[in-house]
């Protein structure tokens, strides 16, 4: 049952983020978001710094802090909030977690058999390419087959 949840889980999530990789992220601004969108508006950094509650050189250091990517994500929302805008964080896999898992048990896979194959073949006792490529798929798919924290 807990594997059939983990599989579920899996394809919701890889589901879910496929909407996401699929969209063209935006650039963000050389300066930032906060600051494009604040001179956009016509707003002053003096006018933020008074919806914030806070000084004019620090509404600068936060802007300054999220063109170098070091802001909090607590500044950014606060910041976010006083431009009327809504904070959205993602972390988006550049490939389906599916494929992530796969990919990562042949590599797994590649791992453990390379010092069984590298003695074999120094006593000349090499396989084919094709029974080697066989070895290496049945491998993978016992350790996809296992838990997953094993992967890692």
Partial sequence: MKKKFANLQLHQMDSALAKLRDTRALTRPGDGWAKAIRESLGMSASALARKLGVTPASI????????????????????????????????????PLQEILVDRAHALARERLLPISHSMSLENQAVEEAASEKQLQLLAKEILDGSRRNLW
């Fill in 60 to 95: 600068a250091k936060f802007e300054k802090a999220e063109a170098e990517d070091k802001i909090t994500l607590a500044s950014l929302r606060k910041l976010a909030n006083a431009l009327d805008c809504e904070l959205q964080y993602n972390l988006v896999p550049r490939k």
